[in-house]
């Protein structure tokens, strides 16, 4: 029983980054991003490429965040400079990057058999595996907090916030909307791709299709975290937004503890 719960705060910490990017695009922008269902997959196929070549765990994620932020620029710019819907921009994009993912993977599945040894390396909290993923993914959560509410504290932030609270009053202050959505766009989907790489990494492969649903998934997470501490600043919303990531989670694990039918 023990086994499930920590394995439900393991993918809830994974699929953290996704709820935050869908918090930067959604709630700050106020941009309904259906990107973040590509990017997901892209990131996770990049990912599991470059492990199988025995690429070293942080480099893969670098490049897995550095592909997500230029898929979110696509979009932004798609948005911005062509002044498509901004719903119809991240659909012209999220099916663009299925074609793209499926290339960059060679096949449409990808497995990782052996894990990765930065994880190895951390103290496993007499949990065995399942605590050393715990300790990983709560030190790369912990610092994508630290980053985001380091970033919209500064005038750069401050200036997305102004955008997604009042486009109107913003550019009337001299903010580019454009370069503003296009920055935060690709932002939100760099974090998005990185939990993409996390996940694929912890569930020991990648599928093409890994990310349907991504955009539910994160907005769940938002509203959960959200409706159960009810933050009154960005910082708390930050950390409410992981905590309802790991509620997500934990739902689906009392469901099983119950009996559910995992297909279900």
Known sequence: MLWIWIGAL??????????????LTLRILRFADITVDGSFALGGGAAAVLLAQQV?????????????ALAGMVTGLIHTRLGVNDLFAGILTTTG?????LRLMGRSNIPLTDPP??????????????????????????????FLALMLATDLGLALRALGN??????????????????????GNAMVALAGALVATYQ??????MGLGSLILGLGAVIVG???????????????????????????ALALQLGLDPVD
Do not use: C, K
């Open 10 to 23: 393991d993918q809830g910490l994974a699929y953290a980054g996704l709820a935050l990017g869908v918090y």
């Open 204 to 209: 020991g492969f990648a599928d093409v299709t």
């Open 117 to 146: 040894l930065a994880i190895g390396h951390l103290p496993d909290l007499g949990l065995g595996p399942d605590g050393q993923w715990a300790l990983a993914l709560l030190l790369v959560v912990a610092a994508l907090i630290g």
């Open 56 to 68: 070293p765990v942080p480099l893969a994620l670098l490049v897995a965040v550095v592909l997500g």
């Open 166 to 187: 009042n486009p109107v009053m913003a550019r009337s202050n001299a903010i580019s909307t454009r370069r503003g959505l296009t920055l935060g766009i690709a932002a």
């Open 226 to 252: 959200e409706s159960v501490l009810r933050p009154r600043s960005v910082g708390w919303s930050l950390v409410a937004v992981v905590v309802g990531s790991v509620l997500f989670r934990a739902m689906i």
């Open 97 to 101: 990057l299925y074609t793209v993912t």
